[in-house]
């Protein structure tokens, strides 16, 4: 049964992928969606590559996932970890696309817990948290084009002296305002606090730096108090923090509204560069890093995995030398077979065509002798039915009215038209038309005579 299919004729079937590509694609939706973030656990399943690389499991008592830290940034951790080590690590979700496991790449790690003030840092995380003061909904953006800018650090300190060197190479013109306080020692916190609460009172720059350099948990202790974080919280402007270095995290960090690595990444997102117009072409590098970096890691992690199963190389050579002649063998033979038949069937054919083939030479002449035949017919009835025609046509020129009155006849009608035949139809002072050979008059009578006879 044949099936109309005109009404499909449109219809596009919906793309198929690879699993390469769905790997890919799940790799960068996993990476774009989570950004590089701290996570704590238990090192177990340990290895080191002879590549250098770092490959182990991050446990706790519920879960547990795969992890690798590459030679480049295995080298800085500051030691080897071993195995039931608690460590936090800093890491990039993402997908491993070879096996299509699920997995984090290690950019940084440390040990756990760093005694009664990490205790009690995350005590005071945990507090300001249920009070909302770190969701990102009250998160403001920072101005692309910011004129003004206020830092709230020491005049002392090394980290103001970074800051307004990246000011001054990104962005010149921009306008800046210091507000002196201490970042160390006892009473900082408070006058970090009252620092940034006038700051945020004077509301006379368009974004507030909170920076000081690195150091100790103890020496950036001024920055994880309750105090600093509301008035950060509290500030007029948007509030980017900067103390100590990338791997460093403060209260102050969560309750601004951006977090920069150091005081000088706080400086660098602060202003728009005049080169703003490359913003697109950056997110697009950084696209472009992120996918290289993941390349680079999935092929690190491949040449591991091949290097413990390699087989020689000539092993596999004559394998595939041997696989590739059998397929040569069976391909030649399953061209060669049905050709051959096609050929002997085109041939029987061929020779049943030529015996049962008619002889039209005979038809041919009988055809053009019909043809010549009927042309001269009709030639002959053509010119009797011309001839009939003319003698139709002069009879009917005899009966012509026309001839008539150019004998001198003349057509009389009345007032009406109407053809006048008798005499007893005219009557005097009656005027009639007459029409002639060469035209027509209106006259009048003046008196009817009857004809005698």
């Not at 009252?194 to 202790?221: K, M, N, Q, Y």
């Not at 950060?232 to 900067?242: D, K, L, T």
Request: aromatic share 6%; net charge positive; charged share 25%.
């Amino acid at each position: 049964m044949h099936t109309d299919n005109s009404t499909d004729s449109n219809y596009a079937p919906p793309p198929v992928l690879t699993v390469t590509a769905l790997n890919q694609a799940v790799a960068r939706l996993l990476e774009r969606s989570f950004p590089l973030t701290w996570i704590a656990g238990e090192i177990s399943n340990f290895t080191r590559a002879s590549s250098g690389h770092w490959y182990f499991t991050l446990k706790d008592d519920a879960a547990q996932v795969r992890a690798v830290m590459f030679r480049g940034r295995a080298q800085f951790a500051g030691f080897t970890p071993r195995e039931g080590d608690k460590v936090e690590v800093r890491a990039l979700v993402t997908l491993y696309g070879a096996r299509g496991d699920y997995q984090i790449n290690v950019e940084a790690m440390r040990r756990a817990g760093v005694g009664a003030l990490y205790e009690a840092f995350l005590r005071l995380k945990e507090k300001l948290g249920a009070q909302g003061l770190f969701e990102p909904e009250r998160k403001r953006a920072i101005p692309m084009f910011a004129k003004t800018v206020g830092i709230v650090t020491s005049p002392q300190a090394a980290a103001l002296r970074d800051i307004l060197t990246a000011l001054r190479r990104r962005a010149p013109h921009v306008h800046i305002i210091l507000y002196p306080t201490p970042v160390q020692g006892q009473l900082a916190a408070e006058k970090i606090a009252a620092a940034i609460d006038t700051a945020s009172r004077r509301a006379e720059c368009d974004v507030l730096l909170v920076c000081r350099g690195g150091g100790s948990i103890e020496d950036l202790w001024s920055f994880n108090d309750e105090g600093v974080a509301h008035a950060i919280a509290a500030c007029s402007m948007p509030v980017i923090c900067g103390v100590g270095h990338e791997t460093d995290f403060t209260i102050a960090d969560f309750a601004a509204d951006l977090r920069a690595a150091t005081p000088t990444a706080a400086a660098e997102l602060a202003v728009t560069p005049r080169a703003d117009w490359l913003a697109s072409l950056k997110a697009d590098a950084a696209d472009l890093r992120r996918a290289m970096q993941r390349a680079a890691g999935d092929a690190a992690q491949n040449l591991d995995n091949y290097s413990r199963r390699l087989l020689s190389p000539s092993a596999r050579i004559e394998q595939q030398r041997l696989k590739l002649l059998a397929l040569s063998t069976a391909m030649t033979h399953a061209t060669r077979a049905p050709l051959t038949q096609s050929r002997a069937a085109l041939e029987r054919l061929d020779a049943r065509w030529a015996g049962r083939r008619p002889d039209v030479t005979a038809l041919r002449a009988a055809l053009q002798s019909h043809q010549r035949r009927a042309a001269t017919g009709m030639a002959h009835r053509l010119a009797q039915r011309r001839h009939s025609l003319d003698g139709l046509a002069a009879q009917l020129e005899l009966l012509n009215p026309q001839r008539t009155l150019a004998r001198g006849y003349a057509i009389l009608s009345d007032e009406k038209g109407a053809i006048l035949r008798s005499p007893a139809q005219l009557k005097a002072r009656q005027n009639i038309g007459v029409r002639l050979a060469e035209g027509s008059a209106q006259i009048g009578i003046a008196s009817v005579q009857a004809t005698l006879e």
